[in-house]
């Protein structure tokens, strides 16, 4: 029982990785057919076998019959749904002896709905087969496609046709080729002969079924144009001479169409999604059983809430099977949408962003390609799936605070949570039903006035207890003598320093730029009041000279931009980058410099204390950096630290 379920488990899984087809039955079977002529009809006539007439053929009693389409007796009636009954009986066209136009007659079968025609076996009866006809196909029987011609010789293909007979055997090289073949018109044999035309088999797209030859042999009405009846060579000249009426009937009796059976076979349409076609009880037809997610008539559709990708109909190698949809169970149906698929915005049911199902009519508040998101006023909680049932929870944003009804949807967006309401300026909380910090009195919620940078203070609506330098009733004033109010200071304000000048300061609101300067030079001085001038790229050395045993002073003075009141540079940084280019007779790529800073006003001289140390290599550009306050800095007088003062 195990191994029995396996195998169906695995046969089903196969048959979703590959194209469905019912089985081909016998379709005229169960089909209506017509004829425009009908030996009998409307008077008895007689007629005689013409494979008992033929000379030095010798036939044992031969003798002639008679045909009446109104006899009591079965044998001597011959209408035209004998060639489908399946029995031994057989259709027969009046004979020429009633006149020339019974050459010309029209068998039409009616399948009583569209199918997919594979092949067409025709059987003769008690005559030849028919010399030159057209075998048709429609799909509403007014506008008929011929599907084949058949002719008594080649050039009668080109003559009567206009079109190239293919010699020996019908082939086919394209999917919707009509072809003129005179294999199937020959005069022998004299009777039962039989026509056997392929419409797949033989064509290029028979293995993998193509749309184009789904379309050539799709028909529901199949029409014989019998144009010709095959005749005796011997007679040939006679019959076209004269009208058959004026002939020795013992002639023209012998010539008319007879056919036992037409089988028709073929299958339901149902683009690759079934494998059974039964016929249904209700009404009369044959109708596909769709697998592969598919509905419809012919299964040439998606059913419901399976438009993940778009309906492909099933080929021998692939099934394409439908897709269902990921609406986490909020929705019963949806579309496809190219453009959502080119953009990868539709989640499948595997979570990769592949195909382009669109849901329809989200349910329980959900919204989005999806149904993934939570509607206006809506939010799911982090911890719930979009699968759950009832994901989403209604916002209640309490509107004193909030400045809507709508809250955030989901915790997809950084830093924000779930449900979280959009709060006015002083409100805080999910809903926005507290004050914010800095705030009190909710739901007035009026902004605090302790200053924290002024204060010590942590929370600015408690007492306000100011930093050392710091005063006013809420710790937003520099005491006098202090300035730059700050919440880094841990007295809150800096001294003031003026040089001397005064103790009174207060902070200024002018803003502050940096100064640049390139491509500068150092140049050789022997002081740093003298500066010579430099033509050329190389650093000047003493003839003979090498090594780090030798030193030379190079200095560089600051143009115009450097000089004047640079008050707003205090605390700043001055950046600058050395290069140098060694001679080509150094053999010592490195150079250690004492790299010094020399700054000069109102009658002082200030050095950096100490100068860095660096260690340059040649073509390779360093980068100093100098803080521009009094700790850096030794008067070059005195030899004492600068003071801001």
């Avoid at 299964?299 to 109909?313: A, D, E, M, S």
């Amino acid at each position: 029982m195990k191994l029995l379920l396996l195998l169906l488990l695995m046969e089903r899984a196969a048959a979703q990785q590959r194209g469905l087809f019912p089985a081909i039955l016998n379709l005229a079977s169960n089909a209506d057919i017509s004829s425009n002529a009908t030996c009998g009809d409307p008077v008895p006539e007689v007629y005689c076998k013409l494979v008992e007439h033929v000379p030095r053929r010798l036939i044992k009693n031969p003798h002639c019959s008679k045909c009446d389409a109104n006899s009591v007796l079965p044998k001597e009636r011959h209408p035209i749904t004998n060639a489908i009954d399946g029995t031994n009986q057989w259709w027969q066209s009046p004979s020429i002896k009633n006149g020339q136009q019974f050459h010309w007659t029209t068998i039409t079968v009616d399948l009583k709905q569209i199918f997919q025609v594979a092949y067409i076996i025709i059987k003769a009866a008690n005559s030849p087969r028919p010399g030159n006809w057209i075998l048709e196909r429609s799909l509403d029987g007014v506008t008929f496609d011929p599907w084949q011609f058949y002719a008594i010789s080649d050039s009668e293909c080109l003559s009567r046709y206009n079109v190239t007979p293919r010699l020996g055997p019908p082939t086919y090289k394209r999917d919707t080729e009509v072809i003129c073949t005179s294999f199937y018109s020959r005069l022998n044999p004299l009777e039962h002969g039989e026509i056997h035309t392929s419409l797949i088999n033989g064509r290029p797209g028979a293995d993998d079924l193509t749309s184009d030859l789904l379309n050539f042999t799709s028909a529901r009405y199949i029409r014989l144009r019998l144009q010709r009846i095959r005749t005796l060579n011997a007679d040939l000249m006679t019959l076209s001479a004269h009208d058959p009426r004026e002939i020795d009937p013992i002639v023209t009796r012998r010539y008319y169409y007879s056919i036992k059976d037409i089988s028709v076979g073929g299958m339901c349409i149902c683009f690759g999604h079934a494998q059974s076609c039964p016929l249904d009880p209700v009404t009369k037809k044959l109708q596909c059983v769709c697998e592969h997610n598919t509905c419809g008539e012919s299964c040439n559709k998606c059913c419901p809430g399976y438009h993940q990708q778009p309906w492909q109909p099933g080929t021998v190698s692939e099934g394409n099977t439908c897709e269902q949809c990921n609406c986490h169970n909020k929705a019963a149906n949806c579309f496809y949408n190219q453009t959502v698929s080119e953009h990868f915005l539709s989640l499948n049911s595997r979570g990769v962003r592949e195909g382009g199902g669109v849901c329809m009519d989200c349910q329980q508040d959900t919204v989005g390609i999806n149904c993934e998101t939570c509607a206006t006023g809506h939010y799911r909680p982090s911890e719930v799936s979009p699968y759950s049932d009832s994901p989403c929870v209604e916002c209640n944003c309490d509107l004193r605070g909030s400045k809507s009804s709508v809250c955030t949807r989901d915790d997809t967006q950084p830093g924000v949570s779930a449900g979280q309401c959009m709060c006015k300026q002083g409100f805080s909380g999910v809903r926005c039903d507290r004050c914010a910090f800095g705030y009190r009195d909710f739901p007035l919620c009026a902004r605090c006035e302790c200053n924290l940078s002024g204060s010590v203070n942590t929370d600015p609506c408690s007492p306000c207890i100011c930093k050392e330098n710091v005063m006013g009733a809420h710790c937003d004033l520099c005491k006098p003598g202090f300035f730059n109010l700050q919440q880094s200071h841990s007295l809150g304000c800096t001294d003031c320093f003026c040089f001397g000048v005064s103790d009174v300061c207060e902070s200024s609101a002018l803003s502050t730029a940096q100064v640049f300067h390139t491509d500068a030079w150092l140049r050789p001085s022997y002081s740093h009041h003298t500066h010579p001038v430099v033509h050329d790229n190389d650093l000047p050395a003493p003839n003979n000279l090498s090594g780090h045993a030798h030193q030379i002073l190079l200095s560089w003075a600051a143009p115009a931009s450097f000089l004047g009141n640079k008050l707003l540079s205090y605390g700043g940084f001055l950046n600058y980058s050395l290069l140098y280019d060694v001679p080509l007779d150094n053999e010592d790529h490195s150079l250690p410099a004492r790299s010094d800073i020399i700054v000069e006003g109102n009658g002082r001289a200030l050095r950096l204390s100490p100068p860095p140390l660096l260690f340059l290599s040649e073509l390779a550009e360093r980068s100093v950096a100098t803080a521009i306050t009094p700790q850096q800095f030794l008067d070059i007088e005195t030899g004492a630290h600068v003071t801001p003062r």
